[in-house]
Structures are given as C-alpha cells and as structure tokens.
C-alpha cells in the first residue's frame, strides 16, 4: 500500500511537472507573452478629442488590449495629428506602437516616419507622443529633411507638425546639385 501511495505521489509531481514545462508556449514550441490580451482587435481605430476639436487619430492593423496595465499594443500604426481649425498637420507611421490609456501617451517604434504637411520628413527608430506637452520626441538619432535641407542627430522634440524642432547634436547637411551630401560648416 505505501509503494503504491509513493508511485502516485511521483507520477503526480511528474505530471505537474509536464504542465509546468508547457507553460507559456503556443503552437510548436513558440513562445508567448506571460499576459494574454483582454481583446484582440483587427483594424483597430482609437481617435482623441479636446474640447470638442480632434488632436489625433490613431489606426492599426491589430491591436491588443490589455485592461490590467490599461494599455494597448499596436502593429501597423498610423496616426494623424490635427491642427486648430482640425486640419491635418501630419502623418506617423511606424511598424509597433503601444498607447497608454491613462495618460494618451503612444510610444511607437520600427520604421518611424513623421511627414509634415509642409514637406517636413522626420525619421527615427522610436517615438513618443506626450499627450500632456503636445510634443513629440525621441532619444534615439533622427533625420530630419525638407526640400535639399538634411539635418540629423541624436535626439529631439517638437510639435507634431515638426515645427519649433529641438535637435541635439544638430548636424546640417545641404544637397549639391549633383545629388551628394555636404556637411555644413
């Protein structure tokens, strides 16, 4: 009777130890996140209002939502800022973008690009737009061109129109009629 009792202890543990090794994968080995989604959302629309006024509107291809943490991991983000009279200042894009719903901070990253109504192109590995301040801005090295106009650097902050641009480690480059780059001096 003891044998018997010691053989099922050991098939337990052995058993709940099987569990415990299948925990946290998908299909065929692949690995998931330790928190899964309240809702998975295709073709995901989420747009911000002040006043009355739209500020932004955000689209993604997919997004997840996740109520614990009150935020909202996209793919294939685009969003569109606003001016006062609700005209369009410009477009982001970017590969992933996560929204914190609290505040309406969006952090995105993977091919970032923010095109300026004017002609303005920012591009950037990540971003942040801050809900609070009305800026966007980024720690990782940016590019900035209009027109011929190149200026690059290690980070910066400006309005989502990219105007008042503030650039650290300012580098300027001009375009030569002959298509090259030339640092300015």
Same mark, same amino acid.
């Given at each position: 009777m003891r044998s018997h009792r @010691? $053989?099922? !202890? !050991?098939? @337990? *543990? %052995?058993?709940?130890l099987s569990l415990a090794g299948c925990e946290g994968r998908g299909p065929a080995g692949e690995n998931r996140s330790s928190s899964r989604p309240d809702q998975e959302i295709q073709g995901f629309t989420l747009t911000q209002t002040q006043d009355g006024r739209k500020v932004w !509107? @955000? $689209?993604a291809r997919q997004a997840l939502v996740f109520e614990e943490s009150d935020r909202v991991e996209a793919s294939g983000v685009t969003v569109d800022f606003y001016g006062e009279e609700a005209t369009l200042q410009s477009t982001l894009t970017a590969s992933n973008g996560v929204i914190m719903r609290r505040t309406n901070a969006i952090? %995105?990253?993977?091919n970032v690009v923010v095109s300026a109504t004017d002609g303005t192109v920012l591009t950037t590995d990540r971003l942040v737009w801050d809900e609070r301040t009305g800026k966007i801005r980024s720690d990782h090295a940016v590019r900035v061109t209009k027109g011929n106009? *190149? =200026?690059?650097?290690? !980070? =910066?902050e400006a309005d989502p129109d990219l105007k008042n641009l503030k650039v650290k480690d300012f580098k300027a480059y001009v375009r030569t009629p002959e298509g090259q780059l030339v640092e300015e001096k």
């Open positions: @010691l $053989r099922l !202890a !050991a098939s @337990l *543990v %052995v058993f709940g !509107a @955000l $689209r952090e %995105v990253q993977g106009d *190149v =200026m690059t650097g290690s !980070a =910066m």
